[in-house]
Structures are given as structure tokens and as C-alpha cells.
């Protein structure tokens, strides 16, 4: 017997931050109880996945009664049976071995009575010729590797029913959930080890969008976009230029772009644009460096590049072979940088692009040098930003940077601006993160630059001739020991000992001289 359906309306209670919290907490506590879960690397792709079909089938109830409205008809992307409606809002409803059947089996028994796909199999053969094809795609790609580990389906039907609680109906709501995640991805992070996977934190991220400025016609590109921070981000800045039918046609259809080729984060960024309004992400699901940069011509150019590419990651020799053979590297930065300088727009309007690099990038040599030499000869590098300590943490404590370039002409200054900590601070902390207010001053200076304490330029052919080491120091500020190059910072430590030594000695000659 099919399961009563629980109708949603726009009146449905909202989801408070303090319920949302105890809701998940609670779906987390049942998981651990499932033998099948050994930590949240298995929990959290589940838990997002469930979250990801009650949303879906939230989103698309309103969308019908819209249409209903209008007078018009509404084409669902999932069929009756396999809507969250219909097998999971009763709490009543399948449970213990029949769900599992249900969401596992490639045929199963459906809550009518009848055989058919099973649910996984089935959102994973999505495809269709009509007017909701592109969220098909979409539904098709999120779940083309994703598997129920759970072994209780009677554990499986209380995550289920915890889950219900959430009413994604209200921006609110997806904020509170977009901070429950940030906590949960940084659990995760901690209990894989991975390195090399930093979450820009926010106020970073509106800061690149809003000096880039991404115009309402525009194409905007993350090649490397994790979670979706940037692209959010630059859809809630472009959705705020949107003044008709049109132009929200526009926003929707061709201006967001993005590559992750990691299961788990495509998938919270798939949900994490679906939340925000974007009806169908046009994300990659594979390697964004898998293409032979000489092939990537104009079709693959785009207008907008906001990024933040993996530090310190290392890729295989098939993806280095994508490269000249004098640009060949494993670094993953230093790839990610000639992809972005390759697939921004020449004309009619060059093309612009904010990128985070590691400090490394600065003064790195070799390779890394003839790179930045291409940037500087062929791009117009105008700015580099220099973070503070700690803006990362408790990711990492790496130095970081943000490099803005376009393809407006070769380089002919760089502007540097050293973002200093908030007075009385030494380092940012997992409870005292970086605001987007203390960007202000950045902000009032970009667009009316003159040289003062935090501000200074260096022209290119100075860079050029200094092997194209980016890292210059502040001239007008005290000395920065967390932006030295290691070979400079090991310098200083030998001849602070060497002269400590010399000191030594002395006082041991006087003291030996002593009556």
C-alpha cells in the first residue's frame, strides 16, 4: 500500500537554527548506531544525499503549485513513487528490510505493490527530452556513485523521519544549513587527513566576487569549486542585477559554470546551488585539468574565473602530459593557474580572474617561475593581496594570497596590499575568523589607489628581472616573517645564531679575563 503523502505549503513552519542543529545531530546519533557506518566519511555523503531528495521534492512541490497558478502544467523531474512524498514524508511508512530493498536493489518492490528500479538505480538513469532534462542530468550525475551503506533499514527509516523535519523553505534556513555543513565537512576533513582541501572561508569569497564585479550576461567559472562557495556567492551577486523575465532567464541558463571532480563535494555543491535558486548547476563531475591545454580554444573561454585550486596536491603523469613539457609540474596549483590563464576571454571584453595561491607561488622558481613569467608578459597581473596569518585555520596556517589578473594587455605594475589583522590580534582562530568588514578599507582603496602603509606598487620589469619572484615586502611596513621565503628565513635563523654565538664567546672571553 502506497504511503499517505504529506503535503507542503508555503505556511509549513520554518526550520529554526537551534531545531535544524538538534534535527541533524539527532540523524548523526542514529547513524552511529548502523554497523555499516564506521565514521562520518560514510555518514556524511548519506546524510547529504537523503537531505539532497527531501529538498529536491520540496522545491519541486512549490514549483508545481506555481505552476498550477499560472494555469500551466508542471513537469516533475522524478515520477510519483520515487518522490520523497510518496515513500519517506510518512513516518509510518517502509521501513527495516522493505527500504532497504527499496533504495538498494536494481529491482525492487515499489510502495504501490508493483515491481520496478529500485530508487538508486532509477535516479541514476535519469534522462529525458523535456523541460526538466537538465535537472534530470543533474540528479542523474549526483547520484551516479552514490551507495546506501546502512545495514538497518529500521535505523535507515529514523534518519529518514528525522530528516522529514527540515523545511527547506526560507533563505534563512539554507544559511543555518550551509553553516552545519561547513562544521560537518571540517569534522570529516579532520577524520580522512586529506590534504590540500582548504574551504575558503566567506568573507574571502565575497570579497574576490565583489572587486571582480561579475556582470548580469557574464560567464563565471570556478574550475575547482569544492562546495560551490564561489559560484553562490557570484549567483547572489548577479541575481541582484536581475530587474526582469529575462534577465533572470539569463542568470539561470548561461552564467554559472563549475568543475569539482570529487563525489562528495559535487554533491553538496549540486545542492548547494540548487538551494540558492540556480534550477540546473552545469557542474563538471570530472577533472577540470583533464583537457590538453593547446586544445582549449575561444568556445571554452569564459568571462569570469573565482577560484580557489587545491594547495599542495599532487597529479598523475596522464594529467602533467595535458602540459607543455617546459610547464610540466605535479603541482596542482601551479596546473590549476594555466588552465584559469588559458580559458579566459580575449574579446571583445577580456576576460578577469581572482585566484587564491599558497605563498609558495610567489617565489617559487623553476617551472613556477616561467608561469608567472607568462602572467606577467602576457596578462595584466594589476593586484596582489596579501592575507594575513591564520585566515585559513584551522584548515591551515599556510600563508596565502589573492591574485587578481585580466587579459587586458601585459603587466606593467603590480599593486600589492597587505590586509592586516584587527588590532591587538596575532592570528585568526577557528572561534575569531576574518570578517568581510575588515576588508573595507581594501574596498574603498581599489578603486582610488595611491601608496600608503598597507599599499605599494613594483613595476613589472623589476619582477621580470628578479626571476619573477612575486614575494616582495611591504616597504613601508614592519618586516612580515610569515611571508619569508624558507631559503630567506633559514638565512636569518643561521645569522641570528652565528651572531649569538659571537656574542657568547665575547662574554666568555670577558668573564675569563675577569680578576
Not at 83 to 90: G, I, K, L, V
Not at 279 to 285: L, V
Amino acid at each position: 500500500m502506497m504511503a499517505r503523502t504529506k503535503k507542503l505549503t508555503p505556511d509549513q513552519p520554518q526550520t529554526t537554527a537551534q531545531q535544524l542543529g538538534s534535527l541533524i545531530k539527532s540523524a548523526r546519533d542514529i547513524m552511529r548506531k548502523d554497523k555499516g557506518l564506521s565514521t562520518d566519511i560514510d555518514r556524511l555523503p548519506l546524510l547529504t544525499w537523503i537531505m539532497f531528495l527531501k529538498f529536491l521534492d520540496d522545491m519541486e512541490q512549490i514549483e508545481e503549485s506555481k505552476a498550477v497558478m499560472r494555469g500551466g502544467r508542471y513537469r516533475p523531474a522524478i515520477e510519483p513513487l520515487y518522490r520523497w512524498r510518496d515513500w519517506a514524508a510518512s513516518e509510518d511508512g517502509i521501513t527495516g528490510p522493505e527500504l532497504l530493498a527499496f533504495v538498494n536493489q536494481d529491482e525492487t518492490t515499489l510502495p504501490d505493490g508493483k515491481r520496478g528500479l529500485g530508487l538508486l538505480l532509477y535516479l541514476r538513469s535519469l534522462q529525458g527530452g523535456d523541460g526538466s532534462a537538465r535537472r534530470k542530468r543533474v540528479i542523474a550525475t549526483v547520484f551516479k556513485d552514490i551507495a546506501c551503506r546502512m545495514l538497518s533499514g529500521y535505523l535507515l527509516r529514523d534518519v529518514v523521519n528525522k530528516i522529514n523535519g527540515i523545511h527547506f523553505l526560507a533563505k534563512e534556513e539554507v544559511f543555518t544549513l550551509g553553516h552545519f555543513y561547513e562544521t560537518m565537512l571540517r569534522e570529516m576533513r579532520d577524520a580522512a587527513g586529506e590534504n590540500g582541501e582548504f574551504y575558503t572561508p566567506r568573507p574571502v569569497v565575497k570579497f574576490m566576487v565583489e572587486v571582480v564585479n561579475p556582470r548580469l550576461g557574464e560567464t563565471v567559472l570556478d574550475p575547482a569549486c569544492g562546495t560551490g562557495g564561489f559560484l553562490v556567492e557570484a549567483y547572489r551577486h548577479l541575481e541582484d542585477q536581475c530587474k526582469t523575465v529575462e534577465d533572470r532567464s539569463l542568470l539561470q541558463d548561461k552564467s554559472i559554470l563549475g568543475g569539482e571532480a570529487k563525489p562528495l563535494p559535487y554533491l553538496l555543491c549540486q545542492m548547494n546551488l540548487l538551494l540558492h535558486g540556480l534550477e540546473a548547476p552545469e557542474i563538471d563531475s570530472e577533472n577540470s585539468l583533464r583537457f590538453k591545454l593547446t586544445e582549449l580554444g575561444d568556445r571554452d573561454r569564459v568571462d569570469v574565473i573565482l577560484t580557489n585550486p587545491p594547495f599542495g596536491g599532487e597529479e598523475e603523469a596522464g594529467i602533467k602530459g595535458n602540459f607543455p613539457a617546459d610547464m610540466q609540474t605535479s603541482e596542482t596549483t601551479l596546473l590549476f593557474l594555466q588552465i584559469i590563464m588559458r580559458r579566459l576571454r580575449r574579446q571583445p571584453k577580456p576576460g578577469r580572474a581572482a585566484v587564491v595561491v599558497p605563498n609558495g607561488t610567489l617565489f617559487g622558481d623553476g617551472v613556477c617561475a616561467r608561469i608567472k613569467e607568462q602572467l606577467l608578459r602576457e596578462f595584466n597581473l594589476h593586484t596582489i593581496v596579501r592575507l594575513p596569518n591564520g585566515v585559513f585555520s584551522p584548515y591551515t596556517s599556510i600563508p596565502t594570497n589573492l591574485l587578481f589578473f585580466d587579459r587586458s594587455g601585459p603587466t606593467r605594475e603590480v599593486w600589492y596590499y597587505e590586509q592586516p589583522l584587527p588590532g591587538g590580534r596575532k592570528n585568526y582562530t577557528k572561534t575569531q575568523p576574518i570578517q568581510f568588514d575588515e576588508f573595507q578599507t581594501c574596498l574603498d582603496w581599489w578603486h582610488m589607489r595611491e601608496e600608503n602603509d598597507r599599499a605599494w606598487k613594483v613595476p613589472a620589469g623589476e619582477l621580470l628581472a628578479n626571476n619573477c619572484n612575486l614575494d616582495r615586502k611591504n616597504p613601508n611596513g614592519r618586516r612580515d616573517f610569515e611571508h619569508l621565503p624558507p631559503e630567506q628565513l633559514t638565512a636569518d635563523i643561521l645569522s641570528k645564531e652565528q651572531r649569538t654565538t659571537e656574542i657568547m664567546a665575547e662574554i666568555k672571553s670577558l668573564l675569563g679575563r675577569a680578576p
